[in-house]
């Protein structure tokens, strides 16, 4: 196991991503260079920048990555709020979805906290 999948944040993030993916590939085909190819690339960027930071040296670059990160779940969390008000999400989906992003943005939120600079 790599030092950053310990991360409970990675964890979720990494989670996150994976529901985007599944989410999305029954997303409309019209939505495939739009709404579709954003929202995963913002889901991917979340744990992904906790990986790179975690490769960094110090609490203060991992700091800047966990800000990243944190930026990409609000996106995601914007375009997931887009595509149920435009339909493409069901209520539903957009509940179960939007709990785990929250979830995935609390514990990046508690790690970044965590790290004193």
């Known amino acids: 196991m790599k030092p950053y999948e310990r991360l409970l944040a990675w964890q979720l993030c990494h989670e996150l991503a994976l529901t985007i993916h599944k989410v999305t590939h029954r997303w409309p085909d019209r939505e ?10 913002a889901a991917v960027s979340a744990p992904n920048n906790i990986v790179e930071g975690y490769a960094k040296r110090g609490s203060g670059e991992l700091r800047k990555y966990l800000d990243t990160s944190l930026g990409s779940l609000s996106e995601v969390g914007y375009l997931l709020r887009l595509a149920r008000d435009l339909g493409i999400l069901s209520s539903d989906e957009w509940k179960v ?16 906290q965590s790290l004193k600079v």
Not at 97 to 112: F, I, N, P
Request: no cysteine.
């Open 32 to 41: 495939r260079y739009g709404m579709i190819s954003q929202i995963r690339r």
């Open 97 to 112: 979805v939007e709990r785990q992003r929250d979830a995935a943005a609390r514990m990046t939120w508690k790690l970044y």
